[in-house]
């Protein structure tokens, strides 16, 4: 009767689990499928989007994406704007208040289809998708720019890799300043703030450069990738402050010098970093949804006949890794720390230059997942070797431990120093089989978080439907994979990779031995259909590489028990006893 009760609650909670899932899916892997509309009030000011962050970020409304075209194309339209033109970014900046606002990634684009255009990063004041850099000054004493200020530039100016521009602006009272801008084939922008003092007093300024964004856009913060404020700070990068921390502060002030501060998402960031002076990093939240990334330099007193420089670099675009350790080179401080890549980067960071490579190889990022998994598994392989015969070890001398539990059990210290000396004579570690499990978490978790971070699997297609490997499977088994014209609900949004991985789990676990409790065995039997259902939201590049897991360990499984039969055989022996024995009790009860 126990055994029952505690059968039919094991599936109660399955099924409860299950048909709750879709609830923590739309919490933790949001998609806007159905997006809600929003209200837009006037101004900058809007309520918030009631749709939840996207892994990738970006706008979440229809209505957002639409209103944000027709202000970027009121914005732009109108003149006083500087072109930008590079390998990397592309856009303009806005002479009035020298604001750059205008971005876009050439080397990314915005959806999976090939004329869907480049990732915006940079959108005007007052659009929805707000995100801009400034570079200015604070004085005492003296007039300063401001956002209304309005640069002068030579005409014809375009800021190119081999063009860079100087925007100048006079304050009337013998002080000019200028912010010189430098732009490489990537995604830094470099500027040189300069101050001439021509006045007959010396005046008192701080430099400063910022970083205005909009959290609307802001990607997913989840528990194992960071999303939101983010720095150096003494050359410690810094991943725990969240957007809801400075809103709930207003205003967060990072300990130590600043080596680079801004904001990140999954695939995006940008960030301000200071060259060969001292500057502070401030986080501040100027409303509900629009934030600040303040570098502010110490205090300076420029006397008349001298001029005041400060060069701040700017990056902007996607975390590229090797465009980052490139910064890193050249000296931002832990610039490549800025993919969050956890406790196990000395893990992760080799598997990701190993992917890349594999990757480059093949030209297809499925097939480098499955080689990447495949060379990962031979090299954990001894190991997992040495953890079965360790099991297989144990499991003979199972018996003779029964008979000195038996001998000796009224008397529990001498019944361990009676097994403790079995171990020792038969060579047995009883450790040992743990060991290996242990030494393979890490491996695996680090191949786990590669995949996740991996930008270069963004918008990368496998084969024939699967067209990005970053996103969830795009075929559906319940609409007859789009015949039908309806969207299944996350949790029933099973497609063919989800069933492979269903199918090819439960295979994995009928190779186990059959557990001795029977409940157990149950809930055994249902976990590969419960894993297809939990796991049918991710993306399709972590299926694929937890498929080629389960059959790689299938057939590893295949080998170690035709290396040790004994264990299986003793293993489903002991279960078929313990069933036995149920079952007699059943009868006398």
Not at 22 to 38: D, M
Not at 85 to 96: D, F, M, Y
Not at 114 to 121: A, D, E, F, L
Not at 426 to 442: R, T
Request: glycine letters at 8%.
């Amino acid at each position: 009767m126990d055994n029952q009760r505690n059968i039919i609650l094991a599936v109660l909670l399955t099924a409860l689990v299950l048909f709750g899932w879709e609830t923590g899916v739309g919490y933790f892997y949001p998609q806007a499928n159905k997006p809600a509309q929003v209200e837009q009030a006037s101004g900058a000011q809007k309520t918030a989007s009631p749709i939840k962050p996207t892994r990738e970020g970006g706008l979440r409304d229809a209505s957002e994406v639409a209103l944000e075209q027709q202000d970027l194309k009121t914005a732009l339209s109108h003149g006083g704007r500087v072109p930008v033109a590079a390998p990397g970014l592309s856009g303009s900046i806005n002479l009035t208040g020298a604001l750059i606002d205008d971005l876009v990634i050439n080397r990314h684009r915005e959806t999976v289809e090939k004329n869907s255009g480049p990732v915006r990063i940079y959108s005007p004041v007052g659009t929805p998708a707000q995100q801009f850099a400034q570079f200015g000054w604070v004085g005492e004493g003296v007039t300063t720019p401001n956002a209304n200020t309005v640069w002068a530039v030579p005409g014809g100016a375009r800021l190119t890799p081999s063009t860079p521009v100087t925007l100048t602006w006079n304050n009337g009272a013998g002080q000019t300043f200028a912010i010189t801008l430098k732009i490489d084939g990537d995604y830094m922008i470099t500027a040189d703030q300069s101050l001439e003092n021509k006045g007959p007093a010396p005046v008192t300024v701080q430099p400063f450069g910022l970083v205005n964004r909009t959290d609307e856009t802001a990607s997913l913060d989840s528990f194992n990738v960071h999303s939101g404020p983010i720095g150096a700070f003494d050359g410690s990068v810094s991943f725990g402050t969240n957007y809801s921390d400075v809103v709930d502060a207003k205003t967060v002030k990072e300990d130590g010098n600043a080596d680079w501060i801004g904001f990140t998402d999954v695939y995006w960031m940008s960030a301000l970093a200071p060259v060969g002076a001292r500057a502070q990093g401030t986080f501040r939240s100027l409303d509900e949804h629009l934030f600040r990334a303040d570098l502010v330099y110490d205090q300076v007193v420029v006397q008349p006949g001298r001029k005041l420089t400060r060069e701040t670099r700017l990056f902007a675009g996607a975390k590229e890794h090797e465009v980052l350790d490139a910064y890193e080179k050249q000296g931002i401080a832990n610039f490549g720390l800025a993919i969050d890549w956890g406790w196990f980067r000395w893990f992760e960071k080799p598997i990701f230059w190993l992917l890349v490579k594999l990757f480059s190889l093949t030209s297809n990022f499925g097939v480098a997942i499955i080689l990447l998994t495949l060379i990962v598994r031979g090299i954990m392989f001894p190991v997992a070797q040495r953890g079965f015969a360790s099991m297989a070890a144990m499991r003979a001398i199972q018996p003779k431990m029964k008979a000195i539990q038996d001998r000796y059990k009224d008397d529990k210290e001498k019944q361990q120093r009676e097994i403790m000396a079995l171990y020792k004579k038969e060579g047995v570690n009883p450790l040992s089989g743990c060991l290996p499990m242990f030494l393979q978490i890490p491996v695996f978790f680090a191949l786990y978080k590669t995949l996740i971070l991996a930008i270069e699997m963004r918008h990368q297609p496998f084969v024939l439907w699967i067209k990005d490997l970053s996103a969830p499977d795009p075929l559906h088994i319940l609409n007859l994979f789009g015949l039908l014209p309806f969207d299944p609900p996350g949790f029933l949004a099973i497609g063919i990779l989800a069933l492979l991985l269903g199918v090819t789990m439960y295979f994995q676990f009928k190779l186990n031995p059959a557990q001795m409790d029977p409940t157990q065995q149950q809930i055994f039997a249902l976990m590969p259909w419960f894993m297809m259902f939990v796991m049918a939201p991710f993306a399709s590049g972590l299926l694929v590489y937890w498929i080629t897991s389960n059959i790689l360990t299938i057939a590893q499984q295949k080998y170690l028990y035709s290396r040790h039969p004994q264990l299986k055989a003793q293993a489903e022996k002991e279960a078929q006893d313990k069933t036995r024995t149920l079952d007699r009790e059943k009868s006398k009860a």
